[in-house]
């Protein structure tokens, strides 16, 4: 009997290796390297196809050439999206859930990605659209007693405890439902190929056959992901390919309130976030996050500064809180929770040259209140403010935000969509803004007055006078 061929493909960029190496040629990356059985295949310029479609030796087989419209010949329009009713939720997905697609939803163990699927598929059963939940890792009466606890009633959706991926697609056939929910993908696997579910070749194969089925029915399918340590999906990269939207679902689990973000979307923008907040009877979109980041802020405290930031399309004020003070060991700490680590360095080197602050023999840390995570450079000036307020141990004034990049060379440098940043700050009340002097707009938003300074140290100077 022939022995099984196996080869040894990379989980984080895709690439395939004859033998197991402890980091990938590819991409560089350290023990990615997974062993998957290879299926069989004709070899080059072999069988009846190439010379049915005119191939010439050399090529592979076995396919027959078909017509290629011209895409001006191509016809049909956009597809209404579906609504579900959580707000958040469609903002996300660019306006609601488009047909057909694929929705590949990751978080940490715990989160809710099983109750917010549950609750979606609530919500389009309410809507007269048919809805299966497909379970390999929950009992039927596990998923029964956590849909008792929600608000929404899902006591309509039809549920399979499958792991089985061909009893899967022949149910969703038989019962040709309007969307689907596999929780979770690394559950499923196929007769077809060997090896345990969740390992490469199974996740792979699982999510493109799915992805078919979707594409030739018109049925919505949701996939649930486990998340690794590194905070990416588990399984192949190429997972995140295949499909068309992969949302985050994030949050403290300690906090109530979680964020879902949209990395990719071939049907909408990215980068947009929804928050929500986590309740006994399910997940209630926030409808105003800014509020929700600010509501505790202590205007007595200094070390507090407000930052601008914009998530996709949407403006959100985040709380910035940084704390100066004497280091107790010999080499002082940096602790960054919510923002580079590496960026943070940066920036106090910056403040020590160039407005003249020393934060060598201080301990530093500095947390974005929320859970946010502070990722664009717009962020700068305010964590510059509410580093300087820790030192000189003055609370800057509440109603104040912060917009810009911080340079090298101290000066501030300008963001992008000012206005709209603006805008959301004279909403929540806020009465000043501080900018760099180019990056004033040319219309500001009433109720606040824009401060234009070039540098971090004419900032200070003014602020803290």
């Known amino acids: 009997m022939a022995r099984a061929r196996t080869a040894y493909r990379c989980t984080e960029c895709g690439a395939s290796f004859p033998k197991w190496a402890g980091r990938c040629e590819s991409c560089g990356e350290w023990n990615t390297l997974v062993e998957e059985p290879v299926a069989a295949s004709a070899p080059l310029g072999s069988g009846k196809g190439?010379?049915?479609?005119?191939?010439?030796?050399g090529f592979a087989s076995g396919g027959v050439a078909v017509r290629a419209p011209r895409l001006r010949d191509v016809v049909g329009g956009e597809t209404d999206r579906w609504r579900t009713g959580l707000a958040e939720f469609d903002f996300v997905l660019g306006g609601g859930i488009v047909p057909g697609s694929v929705v590949l939803?990751?978080?940490?163990?715990?989160?809710?990605?099983?109750?917010?699927l549950l609750q979606v598929a609530a919500l389009l059963e309410a809507s007269g659209k048919s809805t299966l939940y497909v379970s390999g890792e929950e009992s039927p009466l596990q998923v029964r007693l956590r849909a008792d606890r929600l608000e929404a009633h899902a006591g309509d959706v039809s549920l399979l405890g499958e792991t089985l991926l061909e009893t899967i697609v022949a149910t969703a056939l038989e019962l040709r439902p309007a969307a689907m929910v596999v929780d979770s993908?690394?559950?499923?696997?196929?007769?077809?190929?060997e090896g345990a579910p969740g390992n490469v070749g199974q996740v792979r194969e699982c999510a493109a056959r799915l992805m078919r089925l979707a594409k030739e029915t018109g049925i919505t399918v949701f996939l649930v992901g486990h998340v690794t340590k590194g905070g990416g999906i588990a399984g192949p990269k190429t997972l995140?390919?295949?499909v068309d939207t992969v949302l985050y679902f994030e949050g403290d689990g300690t906090l109530d309130h979680r964020v879902l973000r949209a990395t990719k979307n071939?049907?909408?923008p990215v980068d947009e976030i929804g928050v929500f907040r986590m309740t006994q009877g399910g997940l209630v979109a926030v409808a105003n996050p800014s509020e929700l980041f600010m509501g505790d802020r202590d205007a007595r405290a200094s070390g507090s500064a407000v930052a601008a930031l914009l998530e996709g399309t949407r403006p959100v004020l985040v709380e910035v809180q940084a704390l100066a003070a004497k280091a107790g060991y010999g080499t002082p700490q940096r602790v960054a929770t919510g923002f580079d680590a590496r960026r943070l360095s940066l920036l106090l080197a910056v403040l020590d040259k160039r407005a003249g602050l020393s934060f060598a023999p201080l301990d530093v840390f500095l947390n974005v209140v929320g859970g946010v995570r502070l990722g664009e450079p717009a962020g700068d000036l305010a964590v510059a403010a509410a580093l300087a307020s820790s030192l000189y141990d003055k609370a800057l004034s509440r109603d104040h935000v912060f917009l810009g990049e911080l340079g090298l060379g101290g000066e501030i440098r300008p963001v992008s969509q000012a206005e709209r940043r603006l805008a959301e700050a004279a909403r929540m009340g806020l009465k000043h803004a501080w900018l760099a002097e180019r990056g004033v707009p040319r219309q500001i938003p009433h109720g606040i007055k824009a401060h234009a300074v070039r540098t971090v140290g004419d900032l200070f100077q003014q602020v803290f006078a």
Do not use: D, N
């Open 50 to 57: 190439a010379k049915r479609a005119g191939g010439s030796k």
């Open 105 to 116: 939803v990751g978080g940490e163990p715990g989160i809710g990605k099983s109750t917010l």
């Open 185 to 193: 993908i690394q559950t499923v696997f196929t007769q077809e190929l």
């Open 240 to 242: 995140e390919h295949i």
């Open 266 to 268: 071939r049907f909408g």
